[in-house]
Nanobody, 119 residues
Framework: VQLVESGGGSVQGGGSLRLSCAASVDTYRWYCLAWFRQAPGKEREVVASFSSDGTPTYAESVKGRFTISTDNAKKISLQMNSLKPEDTATYYC???????????????WGQGTQVTVSS
């Protein structure tokens, strides 16, 4: 699976960005999808994800501001509203094979897209 992100950029605090990720294969029912981010000097963290049954989950820090969505085929998106300087990071989409109806490890990663939020 190849994943290609787009939509990053620079925005002032309070602004919005929408990230998109295009997959090379149909992911529906075969892969769990997620968005991660990594800020300089920090560990990579999951921002939002879909479980194997399609239920979205969010990190506490982005709940109510970010929305993950998918077309159930080859596209996953992340709508980011009310952005804060602490959201500045490189954002990655990732895919985990579904085995026995459960997500396994995230083994497929995009190249990342930079999001910079100024105060």
């Amino acid at each position: 699976v190849q994943l290609v992100e787009s939509g990053g950029g620079s925005v002032q605090g309070g602004g919005s960005l929408r990230l998109s990720c295009a997959a090379s294969v149909d992911t529906y029912r075969w892969y769990c999808l997620a968005w991660f981010r990594q800020a300089p000097g920090k560990e990579r963290e999951v921002v939002a994800s879909f479980s194997s049954d399609g239920t979205p989950t969010y990190a506490e820090s982005v709940k109510g501001r970010f929305t993950i969505s998918t077309d159930n085929a080859k596209k996953i998106s992340l709508q980011m509203n009310s952005l804060k300087p602490e959201d500045t990071a490189t954002y990655y989409c990732a895919a985990a094979p579904i085995v026995w109806y459960k997500c396994t490890d995230y083994t497929y990663w995009g190249q990342g897209t930079q999001v910079t939020v100024s105060s």
